[in-house]
């Protein structure tokens, strides 16, 4: 079993970044012609445990509340995910998108259970592309980003500066209507991801490049 979980793919580039991108665009007008269309994608906890639509743990993720929604979780897949599939390989990159979108969204909903959210709708690639800008800050720790185009900060710093406003926000309340604990989760499940599949642990990178 260990070993099926560590296996490899034989490296190849297909440019599936891309492709999600168009796919969210696509689902994105799709939803806005037909809000009924929304309700049905969306991470709904009742609809799943009344109706078992398990599928919305994957749909969820292609969904949005807005163009400013989708235009910057999409311009962040755009800026780490390209350079992150380049890097993993396409058939890698794509396990773990869908695979940290995945159980970001099942973390959520028994979240959202727990405490009697019943009626939340998901929505939105936050997680996947949190955890995407993860992997990215791990295989490219120096990487310098520039927020809003002008502040300078290095990748691993920027993770950390989001982990700290998430839990901030999480706990404070703040900035209602974001799935604040959904981005933490994709961080939490990246974590996992690089160090149980493909050996990398995390906390080295970071610690050693602070």
């Not at 269309?37 to 949005?64: D, E, G, K, R």
């Not at 163009?67 to 396990?95: A, C, D, T, Y």
Request: one cysteine or more.
């Amino acid at each position: 079993m260990k070993n099926l979980i560590k296996k490899p793919f034989a490296y190849s580039y297909s440019n599936f970044a891309l492709f999600i991108i168009v796919i969210n665009f696509i689902v994105f007008f799709m939803t806005s012609i037909s809000p009924g269309l929304l309700s049905s994608l969306a991470m709904n906890p009742s609809n799943v445990i009344n109706f078992q639509t398990y599928w919305q743990f994957v749909t969820y993720m292609f969904t949005h509340a807005g163009f400013q929604h989708i235009f910057f979780n999409m311009l962040g897949l755009f800026f780490f995910g390209f350079p992150l599939e380049r890097q993993v390989g396409s058939k890698e990159f794509l396990l773990f998108y869908f695979f940290c979108g995945i159980m970001a969204g099942i973390f959520s909903f028994l979240f959202y259970v727990s405490t009697g959210q019943m009626r939340v709708f998901l929505v939105g690639a936050s997680g996947a592309v949190y955890a995407v800008l993860f992997a990215y800050a791990v295989f490219h720790p120096n990487s310098t980003i520039y927020i809003m185009g002008i502040f300078p900060i290095k990748a691993t710093w920027l993770v950390i500066l989001y982990t700290g406003i998430e839990i901030f926000s999480q706990l404070s309340g703040g900035r209602a209507g974001i799935a604040h604990l959904t981005h933490l989760a994709g961080f939490a499940f990246a974590y996992l991801y690089l160090w149980i599949r493909l050996g990398i642990n995390p906390a080295d990178v970071f610690l050693r490049r602070r």
